[in-house]
């Protein structure tokens, strides 16, 4: 089993569409966690951390299951630009440590 | 500011061959990782240094696989011989040990062929 899961889609919805990426990790003692965004042929780049509280910014919500382990990524009234794969990201503790990718989840909004 | 810097940003070698790719990381951060991103494996974490140190190579392939930092503006990652199985995007990414955000370099696109 990979320590990190995410459905890897694709994922194809219309614009103005609210779509919802989910990712579980199997290491209960992990600290951080966060959402990457990957534009083909590019690096990642962050998107958001993730609080246990949940948060947000703009037309994003990301929120944390610490008792499920379980992470959710919520894209309200999508663009065009909003097109890329989605990368949950899990940091062993919040200072060194090594982070680990799920293999993405790939979204395509059609106009 | 500079970003993390990667070259060659291509290579294309032949089997055999060794290839050396090479990272710059952000001014400051003290965290340097190796990772490796292909169709069928999705992005690996090959090794990771902390402050110029070699924390966690279990990701390494193999011994045809090794990476070094010799001072805290610079890494190598050394494949040889180079297999075509190796062919893969390889990124390298730095921290600063705070916030967990990594920075990634535009990666090293290695064809062997």
């Known amino acids: 089993r990979k320590e990190v899961e995410q459905d890897p889609g694709p994922f194809n919805v219309p614009e103005g569409a609210t779509v919802a990426f989910n990712c579980t990790y199997s290491n209960s003692a992990s600290q951080s966690f966060f959402w990457y965004r990957q534009d083909c042929r590019k690096e990642p780049k962050l998107l958001m951390s993730?609080?246990?509280s949940g948060n947000e910014d703009g037309r994003f919500t990301a929120q944390l299951n610490r008792a499920s382990q379980y992470i959710s990524l919520l894209i309200r009234d999508s663009k065009l630009s909003d097109s890329a794969t989605y990368l949950c990201v899990v940091k062993e503790n919040t200072n060194a440590g090594k982070s680990t990718f799920g293999d993405g989840t790939t979204l395509t909004v059609k106009p | 500011d500079a970003g993390v810097i990667q070259s060659p940003r291509h290579e294309v070698t032949e089997m055999g061959q060794e290839v050396t790719l090479r990272c710059k990381p952000i001014?400051?951060?003290?965290?340097l990782f190796w990772y490796r991103q292909t169709m069928m494996r999705g992005l690996e974490l090959l090794i990771y240094f902390n402050n110029n140190v070699p924390i966690d190579d279990s990701g390494m392939p193999e011994d045809r696989f090794s990476a070094k930092m010799p001072n805290a503006s610079f890494s190598t990652l050394k494949i040889q011989p180079s297999e075509p199985r190796d062919s893969a995007v390889y990124f390298c990414?730095?921290?600063?040990?705070?916030?967990?955000?990594?920075?990634f370099g535009e990666g090293s696109r290695l064809t062997v062929l």
């Open positions: 001014s400051g951060h003290n965290s």
């Open positions: 993730v609080y246990s």
């Open positions: 990414a730095s921290s600063d040990g705070y916030t967990g955000e990594l920075f």
